[in-house]
């Protein structure tokens, strides 16, 4: 009898670990659980620890509530602007309703990450290339307010959703390569002409100093001198100031005439060459005298022909009409 109650003990031992085997459960702490009896879903959310369930009869199903990072295959779409990108992005999300997130879905990470791919490709149509490259964190929000949306009724929170690449055609990213270079150009195309125009009005001022103090410009040739020497070269370049080619122009200007020289009087004529005469004044304008006006003595004899004894042809100056008798035509009144 008692050997019977010993083996009935230990069957029944048997069997408590058995079933204790088998109706355990362990939920961990990121971990909620949700019992369906007979595929009915039990009240409650089972919390982490040490649980039971009726073994053959309930099954235990764990949701995660850590913080799930999920990324979105690269969508490839036409922006606004008619330019083709291939943008990726990668979505965080958690679940706050476990009964929801089991019980609303079927597979809540397919549903967000479905939900993504569309709002992404959306995204894509309604923005600017330069929104995409530049305006980030505002594409980011909308995009995030557009999975958020449906996802509330699954039981999960949309925590964070980044767009990390924009891949754009090799013909776009050189265009703005060209772009970027011909803005940088401009730039400093405007900063050389700033300093330009500020060296400008110091070399200005600095010449007012300089034209008040002469000898300021003396010692500037000077340190331009040393300046130029220091690099040991073969050749000096001097400086010849203009202002003292102006001194020298305005000191020979101001040279006094000798009194023996009369600046009105006509120079000799000098000789020509070989001892030949000089030649006639081209201002002197010779005119042949009429007969009337020659001597006596050189007009041919009574009855004979001009033509026959032709008389010299004289050539002198106009004016020889004025000439008083007795006096030569060279010589001066």
């Known amino acids: 009898m008692v050997e019977e109650l010993l083996a009935v003990a230990a069957a029944a031992v048997v069997g408590a670990g058995v079933y204790t085997a088998a109706a355990a459960r362990v939920v961990k702490q990121y971990e909620r659980g949700l019992v369906l009896r007979f595929g009915r879903l ?6 982490p620890g040490f649980t039971m369930v009726v073994p053959f009869v309930d099954r235990l199903i764990k949701v995660n509530l850590q913080i799930v990072t999920l990324p979105v295959p690269a969508q490839e779409g036409i922006t606004r602007d008619n330019v083709t ?15 929801n997130a089991i019980i609303e879905v079927e597979d809540y990470r397919f549903a967000v990450s479905q939900m993504a791919q569309t709002s992404l490709r959306s995204i894509i149509g309604k923005s600017d290339l330069d929104d ?8 980011n929000e909308g995009l995030e ?22 891949s754009l055609p090799e013909t ?8 970027a270079e011909a803005d940088r150009e401009r730039r400093a195309r405007v900063i050389n002409a700033d300093a330009e125009l500020q060296a400008s009005k110091k070399l200005a001022e600095a010449a007012g100093v300089m034209a008040d103090q002469p000898a300021a410009l003396q010692l500037r040739l000077l340190q331009t001198v040393v300046a130029v020497a220091a690099e040991k070269n073969s050749t000096l370049v001097l400086p010849f100031p203009v202002e003292l080619l102006r001194f020298l122009e305005r000191a020979a200007e101001a ?19 070989g001892g030949a005469p000089p030649a006639a004044d081209p201002a002197v304008e010779l ?14 004899a009574a009855g004979s022909s001009l033509d026959a004894h032709p008389g010299p042809a004289v050539e002198v100056p106009r004016g020889a009409a004025d000439v008083p008798d007795g006096a030569a035509p ?3 009144a």
Not at 86 to 97: Q, S
Not at 132 to 139: C, D, H, I, T, V
Not at 172 to 179: D, L, N
């Open 42 to 47: 039990r009240e409650g959310v089972r919390s």
């Open 85 to 99: 990108v291939r943008v990726d992005a990668v979505v965080y999300f958690k679940v706050v309703d476990p009964r």
């Open 132 to 139: 995409l490259l530049s305006n980030r964190e505002k594409l």
């Open 145 to 166: 307010l557009m999975i958020d949306s449906p996802a509330v009724g699954w039981g999960v929170q949309i925590d964070r959703v980044e767009i990390k690449d924009v």
């Open 172 to 179: 776009m990213k050189r265009s703005m390569a060209r772009q």
């Open 255 to 273: 040279q006094p005439v000798p009194p023996h020289a009369d600046p009105a009087a006509p120079k000799p004529p000098s000789k020509a060459p």
């Open 287 to 300: 005119t042949e005298l009429p007969a009337d006006a020659l001597p006596s003595d050189a007009l041919p």
């Open 330 to 332: 060279g010589d001066p």
